[in-house]
């Protein structure tokens, strides 16, 4: 079984990653063809989406990157973790709590976000 440390780095390296088509093969190996994603800001559904979703993301937030926060948790085929978001060197401007459910081959099938702290 693919651990939750595992899963959530490849989830964080996929919305940091900056090049296309590194992104697309990160968010390829990261979430299920039919994944889901919802955010109170943000949605998507498959892959295309997904991508799309995580390049406006960057566009909105250029030189601000994801960080792990606190260690993830998994239980079963589900993991919750926290992230903050901060401009490089710099504090956090947002922060929030994801939970994901996974796939049987250990991909992403769902995530819903919840943000905890935004300024």
Known sequence: ???????VDR?????NERDA???RALVTATFAE???YLDPLLSGRGLDEIDAMIAAAQQQFPGHEFTLAGE???HGGRVRFSWLLAPTGEAAVAGGTDFAQLAADGRIQTVTGFLD???
């Open 1 to 7: 079984m693919i651990t939750a440390d595992t899963i």
């Open 11 to 15: 989830y964080i390296a996929s919305w």
């Open 21 to 23: 088509d590194t992104r």
């Open 34 to 36: 039919d994944a889901e």
């Open 72 to 74: 993830p948790d998994q």
């Open 117 to 119: 702290a935004v300024d």
